[in-house]
């Protein structure tokens, strides 16, 4: 959405307990752009939040809503975004821009540049590093597929602090 999209707050009654006992529950929404909206309806989301004590019973909600018409609403899961709202794009998206930024950073610039981008190579490593322990570590691959780890509890704990000291050592000698 817009940064100058506008917020409303309605009531709502989607709680049975806090209905019962009196306590007000707020929708706060923002109205969905018209090209989302189809014969059914409007796709509004929302958050319910039911905050309060009556008779010794205190409750505080606070839950993902959704409606059709902006009237009704039902708690479930949040709906997934829509392809044409601007959200940045997706991580793989991400981190191919990052990766092509500073190949052409590596290639492009001049000798500096090449230096600051090697120097950071460090964190990539380490990142990798992280990965492949976390698929052979005992919350793998192995265990999804019923076998056993390749490397089992404290063992991994202990690659991934030896190679970060290693990789930090690197990061120190080669920082510009």
Known sequence: MTATARKIKATASV???PQRLGILQYVEYEPPPREWCSKEGCPYEGVLTAEGCKRGICVR?????????????????RWRRRD???????????????VIA?????????????????????????AFLIFLIDVIGPY?????????????????????AAGAVILYVVAVLTAP
């Open 15 to 17: 709680f049975e307990l």
């Open 61 to 77: 909600y606070r839950v993902w809503v959704h409606s059709r018409d902006g009237r009704r609403w039902e708690a479930r899961e």
């Open 84 to 98: 044409d709202e601007d959200v940045g794009g997706c991580i793989r998206q991400q981190a191919a821009e990052t």
């Open 102 to 126: 500073l190949i052409a950073y590596a290639l492009i610039g001049g000798p500096e540049e090449r230096k600051a981008v090697r120097s950071g190579a460090w964190f990539v490593a380490l």
């Open 140 to 160: 793998g691959l192995s265990s999804v597929y019923g076998g056993g780890p390749l490397l089992p509890f404290p063992y991994d704990l202990a690659t991934v």
